[in-house]
């Protein structure tokens, strides 16, 4: 039988297991600006539902800084110790990435139940979403990574077992089952990266081919759930999976769509953000997350009925700035704007005043956001004077379907076209370029 690492695969959570949330508050110069602990606990209770925890209690603590050994202190993990007790609970989860250290610490203080943290729990909601092979590739490395450091301590009943039957051996059971994991895990995380790659650069092909088509490149981004699969089905009626959880789909999905003027643009919808999003789920989606940082407009779909939709726009813009695409021109889109109150939505729209305002469930806003993004397109065209011979009617049916047409007039020597088209379609007309006088 061929060797396999154990302590890499995803646990699923079975839904009987009752869960305790821990909260740590910063205060003083470590405060998380536009981010308050009941918004934190409240978002990490809809995660923990969406992984299939139930809630039963939730546990804060205030900190200048985390506690090195344990994050939130001793006194504190006693106190959540007695409380899982009494609830009941199986499953005690941290709402901060835990150092390996800090979670083995935490584990011996909290023997009777399974510790985790904020990372491992997104990453499980991952691995249960995920339904393209690439997608399923890359929350297994993103997994992989995040749990070779975490290896050792695994087979720690099995060193008991060597020490008890004799303190002077050097190597025992425990350690070489351990290094087994850990050579097979760098392994895997090798051919999963390698695999990765391969398909990074498949996708880098059909990328190149769409920017040498001259079409208008558009990428949904935004936090998760404000509704991006609901604009893309609003606007191309793509079909895409909605539901009311976080995270509900992770798959990039490129759709075509019809703009003002008869011209053609893509738009792509990606992986929705998070705060405090894990690095390596970044690191690991930077493929798919490549759409936006080569679109030519990144429309940035809010939550309008959030009490912190400021903060989720900064989250959402840190994400962006971290794979080098928050030099992209962007539009904001407000979503969800039937669920606000009239005088709210001024107030947001005396904020954002360049922004849109929709209610994509329902349709509302959606023709005019589609003329902004006719509007958005035409800003990358370029003037041109051409008069393109009768042979060349492709060139005069790219035109038509690809730019906007201020003026046609038909010679004997072929069409006179005063136009504004995209910079490739510019290019291949320069030879055709008419007397201005």
Known sequence: MAERATGYEPRSFDRVERAILVGVERVGADAQRGWDIEEDLAELARLADTAGLAVVATVTQRLAKPEARTFIGSGKAEEVAALASEMGATVVVLDEELTPSQQANLERLLPAVRVIDRTALILEIFAQHAVSYEGKLQVELAQLEYQLPRLKGMWEHLERERLGGGRGAR??????????????????????????????R?????????????????????????????????????????????????????????????????????????????????????????????????????????????????????????IGADDRRQVLVFNKCDLLAPDDRERLAAAWPNAEFIAAAAGDGIDRLIERLGQEAARLDEPVHALIPYSRGDLLSAVHERGTVLSEEHTAQGTIVVARVPRELAARLDGYAANRG
Do not use: C, W
């Open 202 to 322: 498949h996708r880098e092909t059909q990328r190149r081919a769409r920017v040498g088509s001259g079409v208008f490149r558009i990428a949904l981004v935004g936090y998760t759930n404000a509704g991006k699969s609901t604009v893309l089905n609003a606007l191309t009626n793509a079909g895409v999976l909605v539901e009311d959880k976080l995270f509900a789909t992770l798959d990039a999905t490129t759709r075509r769509l019809e703009l003002p003027m008869g011209r053609e643009a893509t738009i792509t919808d990606t992986v929705g953000f998070i705060n405090k999003l894990p690095h390596g789920l970044v690191e690991s989606f930077r493929s798919t997350l490549q759409e936006a940082r080569e679109a030519d407009l990144q429309l940035h779909v809010v939550d309008a009925s959030s009490p912190h939709a400021s903060a989720r726009i900064r989250a959402v813009n840190e994400v962006l700035a971290e």
């Open 171 to 200: 190597f025992g059971a425990g350690e070489s089952q351990l290094e087994t994991d850990r050579r097979l895990t760098r392994k895997r995380i090798a051919d999963l990266k390698r695999e990765l790659a391969a398909i990074s």
